[in-house]
């Protein structure tokens, strides 16, 4: 018998709320539609092929729309908030280290508790500057 509920794991306290809608929307969804996204992701997305294929996938998430089911839409829109979410944030991310570290000269522990970010997100992204 089919359970009603569903468990997400345990989530780290500043997960930003969109993730979480994410989650909660993609728990929601039929199997065979969170099978089909699944599918999206790992093939799609994250082969080298995408990345020329690029507009073919935004085409593919306007399309969405088109369909009847307000969970999967509610989904893309969710996804779509949560990629700007993310790019605004490694842009951010990204300036502030180069202030700090590069034109500033501080260290890299300096300049990760100076903008309250991991010490490890800090050396990645130094690591790139230092190239």
């Not at 345990?10 to 089909?36: C, F, H, N, Q």
Request: with cysteine; proline share 5%.
């Amino acid at each position: 018998m089919k359970s009603n509920n569903i468990q997400l794991p345990p989530l780290p306290i500043d997960t930003p709320l969109e993730s979480v809608e994410m989650i909660w929307l993609y728990a929601r969804l039929p199997d065979g539609e969170r099978k089909m996204l699944r599918e999206i992701l790992e093939k799609d997305i994250c082969s080298d092929e995408e990345k020329r294929r690029g507009y073919e996938w935004a085409n593919m998430i306007e399309t969405v729309k088109e369909r009847t089911d307000p969970d999967l839409e509610q989904f893309a829109e969710l996804m779509r908030g949560l990629l700007q979410t993310l790019i605004v944030q490694a842009c951010e991310t990204a300036g502030a280290v180069y202030q700090h570290y590069c034109a500033d000269g501080k260290s890299v522990e300096e300049t990760a508790e100076a903008i309250k970010v991991p010490v490890d997100l800090v050396e990645l992204v130094a690591q790139y500057y230092n190239q």
